[in-house]
Structures are given as structure tokens and as C-alpha cells.
């Protein structure tokens, strides 16, 4: 021990920490690298039961706010670098130039992140220790999770709440309530829950197993507690199965869309190699696709007027302004596409200013272009620089971004909703909520991050979105993940990864808007503040009587 003393001293000295400093980094690391699980495509929700709960100690244990703080930041550090690890495969694409950038994207991402789980863990210090802690922890977690909108061009990827997008009906019912609370309100109710009932399961565990141990929930609060997470429980499967039966499709059926995944390495894109083979490989998936959609019109007399859209994905191919400036290329993609009504392609091209953008054409029949989607929300450092970032990653500085959700009203198709690949992320600010669309028509490339959980993030996303706007969805990715959801998040059709074929899906109807599809994020923000409101009172009041 007198050995020990002078040399834990000295570390303090010179500034490094003590071995229980180090171990107890290391925990709060391991907490969140592990609370990265419940994230697709894993979705080992139960994990939270344990993860936040020990969390939430070591917030109460610290000496101070700033060590609560520093013990919020690290967990959120663990589990942004472990659930946004894929993001180095993009860079990997481009080794031999950017090299030095490797270590940056899912460190860098989970650095900028951290402090915003960091504030929650200093800021629920201001109510004494206890279930109204926990509240007010619960509510400022989900307010800066939301708050993430703001970084940058904006960057909520991974709110714990799509972790219950399980694959298959377990998920369908389990993702019905978005259509009230939106991903964010599954976050507080996700993070509340974990918290409650994560401790009294830990207290009633540990009273079995030694009489020595203190337990945070009082009895009756322990029985309480499993009463209303049982009760909780039971209520969201009952409203999503609710949801399911009772919702239902009203309006003209959707068209029935083509996705055409044509499954180009994005090395061949970069380095512009093939570009007329690739060119040849669409025009041929185009082709078959659209005969099976004739085919699949010609089955059912009743649907013989239903329109057909093919998809191409985002920046499809290597041409970059040739749909823009070459009528021929339109033309000859329209005559392969014969009997389709319309062409969605993604594309590059050029503005008035000379500014590239990253958008959706829609082609008539004849190859006219009847409209045009700019890409409003673009991926900081991979498609813009920011102003105040020092070092020079997107070359010129990147493209240039569009106003914002759009509804095209194409001849003789429902109302169309373009969305290109990062914008479907961004809960409530999906749609033209002036002018509603009966569809989504999302088109994205996964390819830069390979065959990792990153494309499974991103389809968690669009279920998500098909939910809280109670619209269908078609989605053509490059590479895949292509697929078609209804608007109650129901998997209709999908092409797995690399794959090179073409998806045919006729889209059913709207379901009336939801109530988060009227109202979007201040229902999330407006219970937030209710909780917390809730949490704080007890202080005001004594206060005032004092």
C-alpha cells in the first residue's frame, strides 16, 4: 500500500489517470460499444436493460457534473464509433488518396457526437438523485438526440429508437407507434423504459442473490415499475397490432414501380471505367423489368390503367452530365423502357452557376425531362465541406443543395415524393406537407460502405419514414438494399445485397396521415418537455414554499 500511493500520486502529478481512472474509462467505453447492439441490424434491445441503467450510476456516483459529464461522453463516444464503424469503408474505396483520412470518419463522427450525450449526463444533476433523475435524464437524452439535425447539414443517424425495426412482422408491429411518436418519441420511450425497469430488475436480482445490498427502487416502487413496464409492454403491441388491422388504404393505388438495382462496383464508377457497358446493363435490366410489370398489369384486368415507373439509383452511372445535356440518351433509355409512363433516374448534373448537384430526373416516354429533384440535405464531408472544417476533403468544396421536399405531379402517376439517398434520415422532414405525395420514390448507393451494417442503418430509415408518413415506398439502391415498403413499414418485395437484377412491385394505396405525419417532431419535443417540466417541479415548488 505505501508502494502504491506514491506511485498513483505521481500519475496524478503529470497528469495522467489512475488505474481505477483507466478501468473505469474502459467500462464506460465497453457500455457504450455495447448499447451499439440494439442498433440494426442487431436489435439486441434487451441490452439496454443493463447498459443504461450502469450508465445512470456512474452519473450519480461522480463527485461532480463535470465527471458526469466526461462519463455521458464516453459512453456516447463507444457507441457512435462502434455503430458508425462502416463509414471507414468509404474511405478505403479511395486508399490511395486519402489514406490519412482513415481513422477520421467513425472516430472523428463519434467525437463530434459525444458531447451530446455528455450534456444529458451533466444537466440531470440538477434534480436530486432518483426516479426524477432518471426522468430528466431520459427526456434530455432524446431532446439532444434530436437536436442532431443541427450538426452540420444535419446527421440523426442511429436515434436508439429504429433499433425496433426488427426484420419481419415482429417489426411491423413494433414500428406502428412512429405513427404517433416518430422515432424520437420511441427513443425517449426506449431510454425511459431502460432506466426504470432496467433497475429494478438489477435491484431484485441482487436482493436475491445477497442480503448486503442496497437497492435503489424502494419495494413498492420496484413492484410498480415491472407493473407499468409489463403494462407499457403490452400497450405497444396492442396499438401497433391495432394499427395494422384498423389503418386503413384510402385513395388511388399506387403505380406499379421497377427498381432496378444495377449492382456496379463503386470502384468502376469512381474511376469511370465501362461507362457504356454500364450504360448497356441498365437499358437491358430496364427492359426486362418493365415486361414484367405488363405482365403483371395484364394478370389482373381490374389494374390494366395502372401506371408503371422504373427507378434507377442515385448516380446511377458513370455519364454524369450526359441525361442532362444528350436528348439522345433519354431517348434511347425511354424506347428499352417502352410502355412505362415515366423514368426516375439519379443522376449528376450541372446548374446555371456551373454547381453540380446530385439529383432525380423524371423522363417522359418521348425522354423529355418533365422534372427536376435536387437533393436538399447533403452527407458533410462527402458530398460538401464544411466552411469551418480546416482540411480539404470534398474536392471544390462539393455540390450544391436543393430547397426541399417536393411533390411531383407527373401525367397519369399519383403524386410521387423524391427522396435521394442521406434524406430519408431526417424524421418529419420528408414531405411537402402543403402539398402531400400518395408515394415515395427514394433512390440512393450504398455501395461506398460495402456489405456492413451501414446499408442495413439506412433501410431501417426508410421503414421508419414509410410509417410516420403512412406512405409506400420505392427504393432502388445500386448495390442494394432495393425494396418496397406499404405505409405500414410491410416489406413488399426486396433484392438483397449484390445483386443485379431488377425488383417489380405494384404499390398499394396511401394510409390516411398519421398524426405524427401532421404535426412531426414537436410531438416528440412537446413530451420531452412535458417529462422534464415534470422532473423540475418538485424543485420550483420547494423553492417557493422555502
Not at 440494426?40 to 436493460?49: D, E, F, G, N
Not at 425511459?192 to 441482487?206: E, H, P, V, W
Not at 408515394?439 to 410509417?467: E, M, Y
Amino acid at each position: 500500500m505505501k508502494r502504491t500511493l506514491p506511485f498513483r500520486a505521481g500519475l496524478r502529478r503529470i497528469g495522467l489517470p489512475s488505474r481505477k481512472g483507466v478501468q473505469q474509462t474502459c467500462i464506460m467505453l465497453g457500455l457504450g460499444v455495447l448499447s451499439a447492439t440494439a442498433l440494426p441490424p442487431v436489435h439486441a434491445l434487451p441490452v439496454l436493460l443493463f447498459t443504461f441503467p450502469a450508465l445512470f450510476a456512474a452519473i450519480d456516483r461522480a463527485p461532480s457534473w463535470k465527471r458526469a459529464a466526461w462519463a455521458g461522453g464516453l459512453f456516447g463516444f463507444g457507441l457512435y464509433a462502434a455503430s458508425l464503424y462502416w463509414l471507414v469503408n468509404a474511405v478505403m474505396i479511395r486508399a490511395e488518396d486519402f489514406w490519412w483520412f482513415v481513422p477520421f470518419p467513425s472516430l472523428g463522427c463519434a467525437l463530434i457526437l459525444a458531447p451530446l450525450t455528455a450534456a444529458p449526463a451533466a444537466l440531470c444533476r440538477i434534480v436530486p438523485t432518483g426516479p426524477r433523475r432518471m426522468a430528466l435524464f431520459a427526456a434530455l437524452w432524446t431532446l439532444f438526440d434530436m437536436a442532431r439535425v443541427f450538426l452540420f447539414s444535419g446527421f440523426p443517424w442511429n436515434p436508439l429508437g429504429s433499433g425496433f425495426a426488427l426484420p419481419g412482422r415482429v417489426g411491423d408491429v413494433l414500428i406502428q407507434p412512429a405513427a404517433w411518436l416518430g422515432v424520437d418519441g420511441m427513443t425517449l420511450v426506449l431510454v425511459f423504459t431502460a432506466l426504470f425497469c432496467g433497475t429494478a430488475l438489477r435491484d431484485q436480482i441482487c436482493l436475491a442473490r445477497t442480503t448486503t445490498y442496497t437497492p435503489y427502487f424502494s419495494r413498492i416502487l420496484r413492484r410498480s415499475t415491472g407493473i407499468f413496464g409489463t403494462l407499457l409492454a403490452v400497450m405497444w403491441v396492442g396499438a401497433g397490432v391495432a394499427r395494422l388491422h384498423f389503418a386503413t388504404p384510402s385513395g388511388p393505388l399506387g403505380p406499379i414501380a421497377v427498381m432496378v438495382q444495377g449492382n456496379v462496383p463503386e470502384i468502376e464508377k469512381v474511376g469511370h471505367q465501362s461507362p457504356r457497358t454500364i450504360f448497356e446493363r441498365y437499358l437491358t435490366l430496364t427492359a426486362q423489368g418493365v415486361q414484367q410489370a405488363k405482365a403483371l398489369r395484364a394478370q389482373n384486368p381490374a389494374q390494366a390503367e395502372r401506371p408503371i415507373v422504373f427507378l434507377w439509383p442515385e448516380t446511377s452511372f458513370p455519364g454524369y452530365t450526359l441525361l442532362q445535356d444528350s436528348p439522345r440518351a433519354r431517348q434511347i433509355i425511354m424506347a428499352w423502357a417502352a410502355g412505362a409512363d415515366a423514368g426516375l433516374i439519379g443522376a449528376l448534373r450541372q446548374d446555371d452557376n456551373g454547381r453540380y448537384r446530385n439529383s432525380i430526373l423524371a423522363l417522359a416516354p418521348d425522354g423529355g425531362i418533365e422534372a427536376l429533384y435536387d437533393k436538399a440535405r447533403l452527407v458533410p464531408f462527402g458530398e460538401y465541406q464544411p466552411k469551418h472544417i480546416p482540411l480539404q476533403i470534398v474536392p471544390q468544396g462539393g455540390l450544391a443543395a436543393g430547397p426541399g421536399p417536393q411533390t411531383w405531379h407527373l401525367p397519369n402517376i399519383p403524386p410521387a415524393g423524391p427522396l435521394i439517398c442521406y434524406e430519408v434520415i431526417f424524421s418529419g422532414a420528408v414531405v411537402d406537407k402543403a402539398d402531400r405525395p400518395r408515394w415515395f420514390a427514394n433512390v440512393t448507393n450504398d455501395g461506398w460502405f460495402g456489405d456492413s451494417a451501414g446499408p442495413r442503418q439506412h433501410l431501417s430509415s426508410v421503414r421508419l419514414r414509410a410509417v410516420e408518413e403512412g406512405l409506400p415506398v420505392a427504393r432502388a439502391a445500386n448495390t442494394g438494399i432495393s425494396i418496397a415498403y406499404d405505409g405500414y413499414g410491410h416489406e413488399l418485395g426486396r433484392l438483397g445485397w449484390n445483386k443485379t437484377d431488377t425488383l417489380v412491385t405494384a404499390l398499394p394505396a396511401a394510409l390516411p396521415v398519421p398524426l405524427f405525419g401532421l404535426y412531426g417532431r414537436i410531438i416528440p419535443f412537446l413530451l420531452c418537455l412535458l417529462i422534464g417540466i415534470s422532473a423540475l417541479l418538485p424543485i420550483a415548488q420547494r423553492k417557493q414554499v422555502q
